[in-house]
């Protein structure tokens, strides 16, 4: 593998972060991933950084800070995809530093992640770099009308 970056992602990402996330089974459109990529970008309590090898984009990582009336401020990852022809190379792991960094920046000491109790490798990975388990939970969705 050659040289990575990180950088902040960039609207013409869209084409590449849409297909990661599916291969991770999200069916995530060029249009409708610019069309968020752009909201974000104004946002102060998010920001998106994808890695890049021979200016391919190669995963992406969403992270967004957020205040709980009972639990105070934390930040928590919205996604994170890398390629699956890169994966356990240690990309992943990098983007996670990344976003460390950006909470501690941005006044959080906690990151949080959600993964679906099917995915085994997922939830392996987030313990072996230090996440600990807090609990498991229902998910449930209102489609407002």
């Given at each position: 593998m050659n040289e990575i970056?990180?950088?902040?992602?960039?609207?013409?990402?869209?084409?590449?972060?849409?297909?990661?996330?599916?291969?991770?089974?999200?069916?995530a459109t060029k249009e409708d991933t610019e069309k968020y990529l752009r909201l974000l970008k104004h946002s102060e309590q998010d920001v998106v950084y994808v890695t890049v090898s021979d200016k391919d984009v190669i995963a992406w990582i969403h992270v967004f800070k957020t205040i709980r009336v009972e639990s105070g401020v934390f930040c928590e990852i919205g996604g994170l995809v890398v390629d699956e022809k890169f994966?356990?190379?240690?990309i992943g792991e990098k983007l996670i530093e990344k976003?460390?960094?950006?909470c501690k920046k941005?006044?959080?000491?906690?990151?949080?992640?959600r993964s679906n109790?099917?995915?085994?490798?997922t939830k392996r990975f987030y313990l072996n770099i230090?996440?600990?388990?807090?609990?498991?939970?229902?998910?449930?969705e209102c489609i407002i009308r």
């Open positions: 970056i990180i950088r902040t992602a960039l609207i013409s990402d869209a084409t590449a972060i849409s297909g990661l996330s599916n291969q991770l089974g999200y069916p994966r356990r190379k240690g976003a460390r960094i950006w941005n006044g959080s000491n906690k990151l949080h992640v109790v099917k995915r085994e490798a230090g996440f600990r388990q807090e609990k498991m939970q229902n998910v449930f």
